[in-house]
């Protein structure tokens, strides 16, 4: 059993920062890539921002110079620090990993999701 759990969103003025949290636990053997998506309402999921396990990142075009993305591998969890937070960051941020399981299985898991809105 495999699970990500998520922590650190809330309610938060513009301008104003958020960190969130994504461990993963259970049998697992080694994680991949992890990452962070979110989906505003009427809106398809985006990628806001990925890791690999060396520390390589990427990040979507509206949320470069401002969010930062970090993984701790001793603890399988990623982080993500929001900064200069805007009324458009407004959406539920799911964490994703590409994880290899006790049984050798290589699956995409996703968290269950935690709501960011910046009010303006």
């Known amino acids: 059993q495999v699970q990500l759990v998520e922590s650190g969103g809330g309610l938060v003025q513009a301008g104003g920062s958020l960190r969130l949290s994504c461990a993963a636990s259970?049998?697992?053997?080694?994680?991949?890539?992890m990452g962070w998506y979110r989906q505003a309402p009427g809106k398809q999921r985006e990628l806001v921002a990925a890791?690999?396990?060396?520390?390589?990142?990427n990040y979507a075009d509206s949320v470069k110079g401002r969010f930062t993305i970090s993984r701790d591998n001793a603890k399988n969890t990623v982080y993500l620090q929001m900064n200069s937070l805007k009324p458009e960051d407004t959406a539920v941020y799911y964490c994703?990993?590409?994880?290899?399981?006790?049984?050798?299985?290589?699956?995409?898991?996703w968290g269950q999701g935690t709501q960011v809105t910046v009010s303006s």
């Open positions: 890791i690999t396990t060396g520390g390589s990142t």
């Open positions: 994703n990993a590409d994880i290899i399981r006790a049984d050798w299985r290589r699956v995409g898991y």
């Open positions: 259970g049998s697992i053997l080694s994680i991949n890539a």
